[in-house]
């Protein structure tokens, strides 16, 4: 008996975290501009460390090693409170890369410029209703083994 109370204990403090006052739930954005999002993305210079699929332009020139991809196909859906933490709160969960180096620095922190100080609210939201229709939901595709044929 007194193993289960133990046991409910802990379930309640693993669920607990998830429901503490850190919880992403409740986090609704209002409805943004697209037109006026993509004005912020181009003002304030992304494309300096990013591309993005309709804007390539070769001239410009790179502030990273290599530039972060953002939008295009991805397993699963790209949500906006995503889009808005990798904005406002970079090394919350660096972008997928084969060399972490190149998108952060040896603490481990993103390499991305913060823009807290600067951008409005109004501009993030714009910005995020911008980002987020760029990111499409691409089937997992297996890996197609061949037959094996002993
Ligand atoms: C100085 C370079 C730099 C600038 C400028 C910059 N970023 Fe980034 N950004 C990065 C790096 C490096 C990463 C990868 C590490 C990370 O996930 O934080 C990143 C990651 C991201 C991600 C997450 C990508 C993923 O696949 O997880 C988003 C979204 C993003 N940036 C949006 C923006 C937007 C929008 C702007 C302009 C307002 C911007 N960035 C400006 C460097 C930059």
């Known amino acids: 008996m007194k193993k289960l109370v133990i046991l409910t204990?802990?379930?309640f403090a693993l669920t607990g975290c998830e429901q503490g006052k850190h919880a992403s739930t409740g986090f609704s954005l209002?409805?943004?501009d697209a037109k006026r999002g993509e004005?912020?993305?181009l003002s304030y210079d992304c494309l300096a460390c990013h591309t993005l699929a309709g804007y390539e332009d070769p001239e410009r020139e790179s502030l990273l090693p290599k530039r972060v991809p953002l939008g295009g196909d991805r397993t699963r859906i790209t949500t906006y409170a995503e889009?808005?933490?990798s904005v406002i709160n970079p090394s919350h969960k660096l972008a997928k890369s084969m060399w972490p180096e190149e998108v952060s620095d040896e603490q481990g922190q993103s390499l991305m410029t913060n823009f807290n100080d600067v951008m409005t609210v109004t501009e993030l939201t714009d910005l995020v209703t911008f980002l987020q229709p760029q990111y499409k939901l691409k089937a997992f595709n297996r890996t197609n083994y061949p037959n094996?044929?002993?």
């Open 9 to 11: 204990l802990f379930a």
């Open 83 to 85: 889009l808005v933490t």
């Open 30 to 32: 209002p409805e943004g």
């Open 148 to 150: 094996y044929f002993p």
């Open 39 to 41: 004005q912020v993305f």
